[in-house]
């Protein structure tokens, strides 16, 4: 009998990486500055991927869960003026950085409608090595306490983007929950996935003795099952919570200080599609994550389940997503812009068939 000599095909590896830092709180020109720093760092380490935490530009709107909604209105009104918009000139500032250190760039931030100065939502978008803008998402719905801060997004974003080293599709914080946005991304044939995460969530109170919410342990959870179930890896980039922020965010105030401090920490790293760790876990100290990962593993494992291919059942199950960005009025003879005056985002398979992504550089 002739001996089997079918041998793996070559990997296709690459290295990624993930950010754990903090905002400069309040503050998106300074942010923006440290991302750039942060992208140069992410290349000088031979990633191809960097990816940043939740509305990392300009911070976290945590003193939502400390203040009550009439006490917040100072904070609101800083929070949508550090805001940014989709494309922008921070968004530029970003893009150069890409273009310039050859580097794909996921980044969290809190956009800005064009139209009203008080419509904000938590976006998350995907840069490429040159600079372009190849997608563009929109949190469908705020959690909690977010509601007093963003408005629902949509599911324009909701796309899988193809690149050289990889399909990446991005969810954001709570979303990574969500069954049918995750498999929507599964759908289109996610490899690489990416979650961005805040420093903190406080849910209860700390200093009462109740059970806090372990976000660090709901990150784990979360990036492990969607990595199981879609055969793919996870990059999650979590916020960090400096003495700095900590200052903005309480602004005085003793017992915000003491919760903040108090609150569990969120974590950093990249989760194989096993379920598996492939890095470490960065929690305590602002830093960056890395690891090589390759793609080519994932062609065995989808023959084990697969629920974009075999391992579904299309006669009995079916999911229909409207990408459709909503508009407050139409003109006659008026074919572009969505409801707060931004370019209609393409889906993922028009980007393939238009000339190309809108430059931002």
């Not at 020109?29 to 720093?37: D, H, L, M, S």
């Not at 990816?51 to 009550?68: D, H, M, Q, Y």
């Not at 784990?220 to 980039?237: D, N, Y």
């Not at 979590?238 to 700095?244: C, S, T, V």
Request: charged share 20%; glycine share 8%.
């Amino acid at each position: 009998m002739k001996a089997n000599t079918a041998t793996p095909s070559e990997s296709k590896r690459v290295i990624v990486a993930a950010v754990h830092a903090a905002s400069v709180m309040l503050n998106a020109g300074e942010t923006v500055a440290k991302a750039c720093r942060l992208i140069a760092e992410a290349a000088s380490g031979g990633a191809r991927l960097v990816v940043f935490p939740e509305s990392f530009i300009p911070g976290f709107p945590l003193w939502n869960a400390l203040r009550a909604p009439i006490d917040g209105h100072a904070f609101f009104r800083r929070f949508a003026e550090n805001s940014i918009q989709v494309p922008g000139v921070e968004v530029q500032a970003i893009a150069s950085a890409a273009a310039r250190n050859r580097i794909f760039v996921g980044m969290g931030l809190s956009e800005r409608s064009a139209i009203s100065p008080g419509c904000l939502w938590n976006s998350n978008i995907l840069i490429s090595e040159e600079g372009a803008l190849l997608n563009h998402h929109r949190k469908l719905v705020p959690t909690f306490y977010e509601k007093l801060s963003w408005t629902s997004g949509d599911a324009a974003g909701l796309n899988v983007v193809e690149t050289p080293f990889g399909r990446v599709g991005s969810l954001i914080c709570g979303e990574n929950n969500n069954p049918l946005s995750r498999y929507t991304l599964m759908a289109q044939g996610e490899q690489i996935h990416t979650g961005s995460y805040p420093p903190v969530w406080p849910f209860r109170n700390p200093l009462t003795g109740a059970k806090t919410y372990d976000l660090s342990d709901a990150i784990r959870l979360r990036s492990a099952a969607h990595s199981f179930e879609a055969k793919v890896f996870t990059i999650v980039s979590a916020g960090f919570l400096d003495e700095a922020s900590v200052e903005v965010i309480a602004d005085g105030d003793d017992r915000a200080r003491q919760i903040l401090r108090a609150s569990p920490r969120s974590c950093s790293m990249v989760v194989g599609p096993t379920g598996e760790l492939c890095s470490e876990v960065r929690r305590d100290e602002e830093g960056m994550v890395f690891s090589e990962i390759d793609i080519g593993e994932l062609t065995e494992l989808k023959q084990h389940h697969d629920m974009a291919g075999y391992y579904n059942r299309l006669d009995i199950f079916s999911l229909s997503v409207n990408r459709i960005r909503r508009r407050l009025v139409s003109f006659d003879g008026e074919v572009s812009g969505d409801l707060f005056g931004t370019d209609i985002q393409p889906t993922a398979s028009s980007l393939a068939t238009n000339a190309g992504p809108e430059k931002v550089v």
